[in-house]
């Protein structure tokens, strides 16, 4: 039996998260014999919170954790994938810029690795998104090693022992930094697909603001400090 949890974070996404639920039920849903939806809402001003709490009332598959406040993507991410309860674990954004779908080309996947990572071979964001992820996931493999092309694309397959393995501190934009760096360093083997990349059309994006890009930068001194200390 295939058992795979979806979690994904979401902030004020209101206007998306009842589609996106709804895509993973009919898209992932027959890929798999048994599957669990997490969606973790951080601290949204919006009722994105209570649209996940009824579609959960009407269906056990979704589960809703709740942060009472804001504490950013990174942190939402990882309590909804730390929250997973099945044996492979799959995490994506709320916001509709990928079709869930194209899961089905990256389960076949995990029977030759322990986590298969997305790269957006088209990638749908302004410019200003595509420059500074270019740039991060250069700078992320310069001072880790190698690890994947797109350091921070929102759709990646894991089985359960990489997540039993270590935890992740970083709680911003470093989430998925951190996160490869330590699946690397622990010996997980890691694949990489291409995957499609669509406009968001609702909601706003916050990852190119400069206090976001600041906090991003120094986490990611911080861990490698750390990561020379053997922590």
Known sequence: MTSLTVAMPAHNEAA??????????TKVGPLVDDLEIIVCNDGSKDNTGEIVRQLGEQDPRVRLVEHPV???????????????????VFFTDSDLQ?????LSRFLPRIGEADMVVGYRYDRKDPWKRRFFGNGWSWLV???????????????KLFKRDVIESFKVES?????????????KRA????????????????????GAKLRVILRAFGELLRLRWRMWMGH
């Open 171 to 183: 709680g911003g934009a470093m989430f998925s930094a951190e996160f490869m760096a330590r699946t």
């Open 70 to 88: 804001n504490l950013g993507y990174g942190a939402a991410v990882r309590d909804a994938v730390w929250a997973a309860t099945k044996e492979l």
């Open 141 to 155: 493999n310069v001072l880790f090693g190698y690890t994947a092309r797109d350091i921070d694309c929102a759709f």
């Open 16 to 25: 998306n998260i009842a589609e996106m639920i709804d895509a993973v039920r």
């Open 187 to 206: 010996g997980f083997k890691i694949v990489e697909e291409p995957v499609s990349h669509y406009p968001r059309v609702a909601g706003t994006q916050s």
């Open 98 to 102: 990928f079709d869930v779908g194209e």
